[in-house]
């Protein structure tokens, strides 16, 4: 099963990572590394911007080479004699631009950040990427740094108001959850913290969240805009907004996004944050979210908590879109010879270590997408944008739709796990 095997799994990073001892290699604050992805469908480079030293470090102390190989693209440090102190992966704007047709005729750049403890004394890191072909990580930035280095900026976070919503500990032992307001005006935040609010209640009355609403400390960061809502290019609508989102990327209507990376990851700063909401002021439908990076919704649509709960699980859990039958900007996202880092979508070239032991015997597989399985964790072709050659546990699932009613088995149970790598249960 799955989960003996995870089991397993974590058993042996244990063993390996055991002794790796936060405070032996870290101090209490963060290191923030700052680079641009830039190329286009054939060609790919990797640009070191800055790095700066934020304060507090809020992940977990506890993993340190994370028991997760998700996202794209990786992050590893390693001390002067090579040994691996940290590992965490992520996912990208850029991974998804170099899949579309725009990116065949031009090439853009993006701004991407990482952050990983602040090291005590020099470290290596690497910048890896997935190869398409074998699903392996290789390196693509390699370089040392020296945290008493003068080229790391020591700058004090901008003084921007915030809210504390709820607070439940020690950020080193909970989910830090910082949302950023977009498109709302100064005299907008009582709205703003009124939507959050609303949002995190939807949040923690679905499962798994509803059993972990302790596990999370959560803020509400003021970052006013000079006009209400957000860019609408389709609709020549443009507005000076806090970090510039924008629908459209990438050709897509419903496709919200922001490529200000670096100013989003500078408002963060003023609270400890794992992971950043984006909450846009607009009755537009839409949104976007990518794995340890961020997640962005519209506030104001009736399905914007539906939109938004599904963009947190691609953000903070690396969920898989399940949905096959929707039109997207890219193609080819997936190499159907190589099984998916996603828990939640399978090619069926590693289904063993997926959710094909939480089948049921008199449960066909493949799955027939009928109503007597519509409650039954299976193996339903369709999912990852495609309808052939991708399959997702349940037949309908957040990940897959709005009108579901909530998350599959498979993926709550992913939920559940990340939930308590960052408390440190895991």
Same mark, same amino acid.
């Given at each position: 099963m799955k989960y003996y095997w995870l089991f397993f799994f974590l058993l042996c990073s244990n063993i390996i990572f055991g002794q790796i001892n936060y405070e032996h290699y870290f101090t209490e604050n963060a290191l923030r590394i700052d680079f641009l992805l830039a190329g286009d469908s054939e060609q790919e480079e990797i640009y070191l911007q800055h790095l700066k030293k934020e304060k507090p470090w809020a992940g977990t102390t506890e993993n340190l080479v994370t028991p997760f190989e998700y996202g794209n693209y990786a992050i590893k440090a390693e001390n002067k004699n090579g040994k691996v102190i940290y590992f965490r992966g992520f996912s990208t704007l850029f991974e998804e631009w170099v899949t579309t047709e725009l990116a065949k005729n031009e090439k853009r750049a993006f701004q991407q950040t990482i952050r990983i403890p602040f090291p005590k004394e020099k470290v290596t890191i690497k910048i890896q990427k997935r190869n398409y072909d074998n699903g392996r990580f290789y390196t693509i930035l390699k370089k040392e740094i020296d945290p008493k280095s003068h080229f790391i900026t020591d700058e004090n976070s901008k003084k921007i108001n915030y809210t504390t919503i709820q607070h439940n500990g020690s950020a080193t032992s909970k989910a830090d959850i910082a949302f950023i307001s977009e498109g709302y005006r100064k005299e907008d935040m009582d709205k703003f913290r009124t939507d959050v609010k609303k949002i995190? *209640?939807?949040?923690?009355?679905?499962?798994?969240?509803? *059993?972990?609403?302790?596990?999370?400390? #959560?803020?509400?960061?003021?970052?006013?805009?000079? =006009? !209400?809502?957000?860019?609408?290019?389709?609709?020549?609508?443009?507005?000076?907004?806090?970090?510039?989102? @924008?629908?459209?990327?990438?050709? @897509?209507? !419903?496709? %919200?996004?922001?490529?200000?990376?670096?100013?989003? !990851?500078?408002?963060?700063?003023?609270?400890?944050?794992?992971?950043? #909401?984006?909450?846009?002021?607009?009755? !537009?439908?839409?949104?976007?979210?990518?794995? *340890?990076? +961020? @997640?962005?919704? @519209?506030?104001? &649509?009736?399905?914007?908590? =539906?939109?938004? #709960? &599904?963009?947190?699980?691609?953000?903070?859990?690396? +969920?898989?879109?399940?949905?096959?039958?929707?039109?997207?900007?890219?193609?080819?996202?997936?190499? %159907?010879?190589?099984?998916?880092? =996603?828990p939640n979508i399978t090619t069926r070239t590693d289904f063993s270590s997926k959710w094909k032991g939480l089948i049921k015997e008199d449960t066909p597989v493949p799955t027939p997408r009928e109503p007597k399985y519509s409650d039954k964790i299976g193996l339903f072709e369709g999912g990852g944008y495609l309808a052939e050659g991708i399959y997702s546990p349940y037949m309908d699932c957040r990940m897959k739709s709005n009108i579901s009613s909530g998350f599959c088995p498979v993926c709550q149970k992913a939920i559940e796990d990340m939930i308590l790598y960052y408390t440190g249960e895991l």
């Amino acid at each position: 099963m799955k989960y003996y095997w995870l089991f397993f799994f974590l058993l042996c990073s244990n063993i390996i990572f055991g002794q790796i001892n936060y405070e032996h290699y870290f101090t209490e604050n963060a290191l923030r590394i700052d680079f641009l992805l830039a190329g286009d469908s054939e060609q790919e480079e990797i640009y070191l911007q800055h790095l700066k030293k934020e304060k507090p470090w809020a992940g977990t102390t506890e993993n340190l080479v994370t028991p997760f190989e998700y996202g794209n693209y990786a992050i590893k440090a390693e001390n002067k004699n090579g040994k691996v102190i940290y590992f965490r992966g992520f996912s990208t704007l850029f991974e998804e631009w170099v899949t579309t047709e725009l990116a065949k005729n031009e090439k853009r750049a993006f701004q991407q950040t990482i952050r990983i403890p602040f090291p005590k004394e020099k470290v290596t890191i690497k910048i890896q990427k997935r190869n398409y072909d074998n699903g392996r990580f290789y390196t693509i930035l390699k370089k040392e740094i020296d945290p008493k280095s003068h080229f790391i900026t020591d700058e004090n976070s901008k003084k921007i108001n915030y809210t504390t919503i709820q607070h439940n500990g020690s950020a080193t032992s909970k989910a830090d959850i910082a949302f950023i307001s977009e498109g709302y005006r100064k005299e907008d935040m009582d709205k703003f913290r009124t939507d959050v609010k609303k949002i995190t *209640n939807y949040i923690f009355n679905q499962k798994p969240f509803n *059993n972990h609403k302790e596990d999370f400390n #959560i803020y509400a960061i003021e970052a006013a805009s000079e =006009e !209400r809502g957000t860019d609408k290019p389709d609709e020549a609508i443009y507005r000076n907004t806090a970090i510039n989102s @924008s629908f459209n990327t990438f050709n @897509s209507p !419903r496709y %919200l996004t922001s490529t200000d990376t670096w100013r989003i !990851r500078d408002i963060a700063a003023v609270v400890p944050y794992d992971h950043i #909401i984006v909450l846009t002021n607009t009755e !537009r439908y839409g949104g976007g979210g990518f794995y *340890n990076h +961020l @997640s962005i919704s @519209s506030a104001d &649509h009736q399905y914007s908590q =539906e939109v938004l #709960i &599904h963009e947190f699980g691609h953000g903070f859990a690396g +969920l898989g879109d399940e949905y096959y039958n929707s039109e997207v900007a890219y193609s080819d996202f997936y190499n %159907l010879n190589v099984e998916p880092w =996603e828990p939640n979508i399978t090619t069926r070239t590693d289904f063993s270590s997926k959710w094909k032991g939480l089948i049921k015997e008199d449960t066909p597989v493949p799955t027939p997408r009928e109503p007597k399985y519509s409650d039954k964790i299976g193996l339903f072709e369709g999912g990852g944008y495609l309808a052939e050659g991708i399959y997702s546990p349940y037949m309908d699932c957040r990940m897959k739709s709005n009108i579901s009613s909530g998350f599959c088995p498979v993926c709550q149970k992913a939920i559940e796990d990340m939930i308590l790598y960052y408390t440190g249960e895991l």
